[in-house]
Every structure is written in C-alpha cells, then in structure tokens.
C-alpha cells in the first residue's frame, strides 16, 4: 500500500514489485522500501526538494517534527523532504555509533509512524562510498543535480549548531551557489549571534540564502549524544524517540557501550 495519495509523489515510487534496488556496498537494501530511493528515482520527487542530512544515530521524535512543519509551510508544502544519514561528518572525530543498516532501518520506522501521510524520503547516496569516506554535502548535492531535474529547486535543512560551522564545510560558497536557500532551525542558546557573525562573512550575492526560519516549533531540545547517554545509563527517553525506534534500539541492543 502507498503512503500518500498517488498524485502527490514519483508515479514510479508506487510500481510493483522492489522499488528500491540492492547495491554491491549496501547488502541490506534488497529489503523493499516505499520510503528509500535510490539515486536514479530521485528525478521523480515533486519539487522542492528540502534535503535534511544527519547522521540521525538516533533518528529522534524532533527531526520528524521538524520535517512536518517545513512541509506544512506554504514555500515547501509542494514538494518533500529527503532525509539522508551521512557516513560521518568530517568535522567530527568520532563516526556514528549505529551500523549504516541500523540508523536506516531505524529512520525508515520513524518515518512510518511519525509522518504517515507525509512526503518523506531516504537516500542512502552518503552511505554508498568507502566504508571511512567522510559525507561532504557539497559533493552529495552535486550528486543530487545530476540526477534530477534543472529546474527542480533544492533547499538544505539544518540546525543552527551545523550552520554555525558553515563556513568550514568543503567549498560552502560553492555549495550556498548550488541550492535555493539554507532552512536553518535554531538549536541552542546564542547560535542567532554566531550566526550573524557568519552572515556577515558570506559574499553579499549569496548572504540572503542564508536565514534563520521563522517555521515554529522546530527545536530539537536534546542531542543524540544525550539520548545515547540516557540510554547506556538506562535513563528514560520517554517521548524523545518514535516508539518504534526506541523498540527497535532495545531489540538490537544499541548504544550499550
């Protein structure tokens, strides 16, 4: 059974049959998804597409908020969002601490219980190269482009703690020049200040692409970092975490150590 209603999404998302091929490098994608797309069913997705990356280990309660109310906003509700689990964040030491299996399997079961009805997509396009290849965004969205329509516009979702450290991502004036406009939800205290700081760094051309939401609603209360924490020490993440997910982490037995 689809998700959503069939004028709404990529008529080829809803065929018969795997709708999602298996890959050399991602054995467990020969599972069928109606929610994960491979690279060349991208050129389907109704625009705009609004690109959330992470490395959603775990995928909380929040992104999916999050998502929905970008869609519910009048400049995005025409078009999807696609969450894309990166393999690891250059900017950041340590890689996920879920396998590449999990944190999709944990996503695609936040996603069908927290946005049914919504048109919300995977890509694995990150998770595809060396198994240590740091996720540059640039090169993913350029990725993307090839695959899609020229007139299909691109929005990049984050939140103010990833946007504050924009201008150390790999050629981020060329990726600012590659999409519509950065949807930046705030995240903590202070990082409107840090951003502005930033703004005012950016060439004066690319500087309105670069703007603070005014969506409500949108912040995440507590990092992922917080969540695996409470977890190990078998706190309560009650809320936090699509029931589903928090099922799924028990089962698997993640984030023990």
Not at 113 to 126: D, K, V
Not at 128 to 140: I, N
Not at 189 to 194: F, H, K, S, V, Y
Request: glycine content about 6%; some cysteine.
């Amino acid at each position: 059974m689809p998700y959503f209603p069939e004028s709404d999404v990529p008529s080829d998302v809803w065929s018969t049959g795997d709708i999602f091929r298996p890959c050399s490098t991602l054995g467990y994608m020969a599972v069928t998804s109606s929610r994960m797309l491979s690279t060349s069913q991208l050129r389907k997705l109704p625009a705009p597409v609004v690109l959330f990356g992470g490395t959603f280990d775990p995928v909380q309660r929040a992104h999916c908020t999050i998502a929905r109310r970008v869609l519910s906003d009048n400049r995005y509700s025409s078009g999807c969002v696609l969450f894309i689990p990166a393999r690891r964040n250059p900017l950041k030491a340590i890689g996920p601490q879920a396998s590449d299996q999990a944190r999709l399997e944990m996503l695609e079961l936040a996603l069908n219980e927290e946005l049914f009805g919504t048109r919300c997509f995977i890509s694995p396009i990150e998770l595809e190269g060396p198994p240590d290849a740091p996720s540059y965004t640039v090169e993913t969205v350029r990725e993307i482009q090839r695959n899609i329509s020229k007139q299909t516009e691109l929005h990049l979702l984050m939140g103010s703690d990833s946007a504050v450290q924009f201008d150390q991502w790999r050629e981020y004036q060329g990726l600012l020049e590659l999409v519509a406009e950065l949807i930046i939800f705030p995240r903590a205290a202070g990082d409107q200040e840090r951003m502005s700081a930033l703004h005012g760094k950016l060439p004066v051309d690319l500087q309105h692409k670069f703007v603070m939401t005014d969506i409500p609603g949108q912040q995440i209360p507590v990092s992922s970092t917080e969540i695996r924490k409470s977890l190990r020490s078998r706190d309560g993440v009650s809320g936090l975490l699509a029931p589903a997910v928090e099922r799924y982490i028990l089962e698997h037995e993640l984030y023990k150590e």
